[in-house]
């Protein structure tokens, strides 16, 4: 018994150790958030904001909202057309079982290897053509081309755990496809609902690349462009660089946070099956 213990208290100080040291890049970013300009370069610097000012988040208030206000409206546009697009795919793949459903698995997966680069610069083709570029729009699309394939596997994998007894049902008292989808298979796959939807936000949360190639310099361009721009226009001032990546960090650990139940019973539906 006293080994066992002791096995579990060197295991709980190596987790906490570990997870210290991954963590700390995050403190420190908070840390020099609230760091004066004087100090920015004291030697040894101060592990603790001894002498803390909030002028970097003043410059957030001031500078950076309408950046992070694009990236809510793109990162909402992605969950919901991820969504709407992922979820009765997923449905038709587990239940309504298509010709070439295997192989459409197989291009889903497949399609999530292709680099990001290389995609931006088919869509940069195309927009080009389309008018598309710098619009809030066509990055919307975009960034949804990233989440769509993932979140037709998750939809498939636990609607195919919904009971076909329960369909069976449906179709008995006159519900055709569609009705049956939307009265019974989407409201039982909420956890993957909520899964698809984080995972869609947190892509398009943290997109730079697309970003880049296809709203760089437009009127309404996201946090990550903010950020990007901010560190070159402003490289002494890391205060309010790092005062800006902890606001832009804020509503993906937020919904994270909340979200996590949901996430861990979405991401492993489907992996046992009775």
Sequence with gaps: MSRTRGRTWVKTTIGVLLTAIMLFPVYWMINVSFTRDQDMRKSPPDLFPTHGTLAGYRTVLDEQLPYLGTSLVIGLGTVVLTVALAAPAGYALA???????????????????????????????????????????????????????????????????????????AQMDGAQALRTF????????????????????????????FASTLVNGGAHEP????????????????????????????????????????????????????
């Design 223 to 274: 946090i990550t462009l903010g950020i990007y721009h901010y560190i070159g226009n402003n490289n002494q001032e890391w205060n309010a660089v790092m005062a800006t990546a902890v606001v832009a960090s804020l509503p993906a650990a937020v919904i994270l946070v909340l979200a996590q139940r949901y996430v861990a019973a979405g991401v492993t539906a489907g992996a046992v099956k009775d």
């Design 95 to 169: 239940k309504l079982r298509p010709r070439g459903g295997g192989v459409l698995s197989f291009v889903l997966l497949a399609a999530q290897m292709i680099p990001g680069i290389i995609m931006a610069m088919g869509f940069y083709a195309v927009y080009l053509q389309l008018g598309l570029l710098q619009s809030v729009p066509g990055l919307i699309v975009a960034d949804s081309t990233l989440a769509v394939p993932f979140a037709v596997l998750i939809f498939s994998a636990f609607m195919s755990g919904i009971p076909g007894e329960l369909l069976q049902a």
């Design 182 to 209: 939307w009265s019974i298979v989407l409201p039982m796959s909420r956890n993957a609902v909520v899964t698809v939807s984080l995972f869609a936000f947190l892509w398009s949360w943290s997109d730079f690349v």
